[in-house]
């Protein structure tokens, strides 16, 4: 079992991206993980702004982020890339906070001429955070994602079996992988 860090980058109180997330996470739940869940909005804007590495909720965070095996990130796409949201708390984190650990980028949008948004600009930056293995993500058109009245998600049958097998392979790839201690990390 692998302890996963589940973080949306959306700053919508609605957010598809963040109900998607959620929705995944029982998947991995279900395949025998720990999911932790953090929505970057909820953090003080404040620090995220004012880079206030050392605000309890900042410190807390990159804690989080330290201890996890495996991290899902999800942004919706904004201005062809990922949210400002999103980059302003990854700013905040230590260079290789990735170190040693499994991603699975996700994105949701509103047109397919930015599905590769993972690919030429989240990706780069989980790279660069040190990133040992970046499993394929998956681009998931707003539309094909709807909200109940009861705030039950559904995904539309395609998008929704393309989730389900890349959230399948990101717990493979999580399969005995333990995160490395964060100083080993840095070293690397
Ligand atoms: C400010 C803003 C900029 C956006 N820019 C893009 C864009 O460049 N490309 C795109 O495909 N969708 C764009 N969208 C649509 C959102 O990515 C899409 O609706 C997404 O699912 C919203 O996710 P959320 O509900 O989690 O915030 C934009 C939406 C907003 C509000």
């Given at each position: 079992m692998a302890t996963v860090l589940s973080v949306s980058g959306s700053p919508s109180a609605t957010s598809r991206t963040a109900r998607l997330l959620r929705h995944l996470d029982r998947r991995l739940t279900a395949r025998g993980h720990e999911v932790i869940p953090l929505d970057v909005r909820t953090l003080p804007a404040e620090a995220l702004l004012g880079a206030d590495f050392r605000h309890p909720a900042i410190v807390e965070a990159t804690e989080l982020f330290a201890r996890v095996d495996g991290v899902v990130i999800g942004t919706p796409v904004y201005k062809a890339a990922y949210s400002g949201l999103l980059k302003s708390l990854l700013d905040l984190l230590p260079q290789y906070a990735l170190a040693g650990k499994t991603v699975l980028p996700l994105a949701t949008g509103?047109?397919?001429?930015?599905?590769?948004a993972i690919d030429y600009a989240l990706r780069p930056v989980l790279s660069s955070m040190g990133a040992a293995h970046i499993v394929q993500g998956w681009f998931t058109l707003d539309k094909d994602i709807e909200v109940g009245a009861d705030g039950a998600l559904t995904v539309a049958p395609g998008p929704a079996g393309a989730l389900a097998q890349v959230v399948d392979r990101f717990s493979d790839a999580l399969g005995g992988r333990t995160a490395l201690p964060a100083a080993a990390g840095r070293a690397a």
């Open positions: 509103g047109t397919t001429a930015h599905v590769l």
